[in-house]
């Protein structure tokens, strides 16, 4: 069954002086199925909380077909049956936990005799018993995260929709949002969520959509990833600098990495030529590593693609510190998504 889909959405918005037309979603086509748990990915600006307000039909569309639970976006049968939660909620600070359950319980009619029960379960699930009677004013970003997600759950919704749950929160807050995330998935209930953590959306999503620029980029299904074993990595020490320019004259990815040095293969056919010029050139076999594909990856090389494509600056790469030097089979620089790659593995190595 069909929780809510889109259906080549366009949305445009003038802005600026000149009021000049931007486009924020150009042809937008997905669906998303009951009891599955759907992410929007993109870079700031990349159309996911539009997408989110076309959904809850909180703009209005330019073309294209939004519907949810088989009724047109904004109408208020489906939207009794969805609970939302906004990237920066703001909640009267003056209310306690409770009160502001109350509250949101109030705005969606539930009846009164059913209310107090509801609000034990739902505090009881994201861990917020104990603080609900505390002021919202005392609370930290993570309870504020947490109650922010029980008042978008009184009304035990079929669909939850979450702009940008784990923002803003600390490792600790980010694993009780997915492990909440995780028993609500368990439970059967269909989650639809934008994020910009993707660790966190490859741990808890069945399917990634990939936003840029307003369009859709790729759909990835992340059940696939582990099975899909790209390449594997040779790792050494100790091998001489012309050993490395040898393999990677002959079309090897290598690079070093702190003290280790590595080196991509294509086929397993190769790690027997690998092996070889590892040990002649003087180097220290540490390990073969089967690599795949992760979601990161996917990621970077539409978003690099896109901005190719439209001849402008690629979105900042999220990982920081030093680059390793690296020696690519190919003259001149190094692929943008490999830099970050290999920046990401020396971080590791030196931490």
Do not use: W
């Not at 009267?92 to 107090?116: K, N, T, W």
């Amino acid at each position: 069954m069909v929780v809510c889909a889109l259906h080549d959405v366009c949305k445009s918005y003038r802005s600026g002086f000149a009021m000049r037309r931007k486009v924020a979603l150009d042809g937008i086509n997905f669906e998303v199925e009951a009891g599955e748990t759907f992410a929007c990915l993109g870079h700031n600006g990349a159309g996911k909380s539009t997408t989110i307000k076309a959904l809850l039909g909180l703009v209005r569309i330019d073309s294209g077909e939004v519907r949810m639970f088989g009724a047109p976006a904004g109408n208020r049968a489906a939207l009794r049956r969805v609970g939302y939660l906004p990237e920066n909620p703001y909640f009267y600070d003056h209310l306690s936990g409770r009160e502001l359950l109350q509250l949101a319980a109030d705005l969606h009619r539930l009846p009164r005799p059913q209310v107090g029960a509801r609000m034990d379960e739902v505090l009881a699930l994201v861990g917020m018993t104990d603080a609900a009677g505390q002021r919202l004013r005392t609370y930290s970003k993570g309870m504020l995260q947490r109650i922010g997600l029980a008042q978008a759950l009184i009304n035990d919704p079929d669909l939850l929709i979450l702009d940008e749950p784990m923002s803003g929160l600390d490792p600790v807050g980010r694993h009780q949002i997915r492990t909440i995330l995780g028993e609500l998935k368990q439970r059967g209930k269909t989650l639809f969520m934008s994020s910009h953590i993707l660790y966190d959306v490859e741990a808890i999503a069945d399917r990634a959509a990939i936003l840029s620029g307003g369009n859709l980029r790729r759909i990835v299904r992340l059940q696939e990833l582990p099975a899909a074993a790209r390449k594997l990595e040779v790792q050494c020490r100790g091998l001489q600098g012309d050993a490395m320019a040898a393999l990677a004259a002959r079309g090897f990815t290598v690079y070093r990495d702190g003290y280790v040095v590595r080196i991509e293969l294509e086929e397993e056919t190769q790690l027997s030529l690998v092996l070889a010029a590892v040990r002649t050139g003087g180097g220290q076999l540490l390990g073969v590593v089967p690599q795949r594909q992760t979601l990161e990856e996917i990621f970077l090389a539409e978003a690099y693609a896109a901005a190719r494509a439209s001849q402008s600056p690629a979105p900042a790469r999220p990982v920081t510190g030093p680059t390793a030097p690296a020696i690519t089979p190919r003259v001149g620089t190094a692929r943008p998504e490999q830099e970050v790659r290999n920046a990401g593995r020396q971080e590791k190595v030196i931490s």
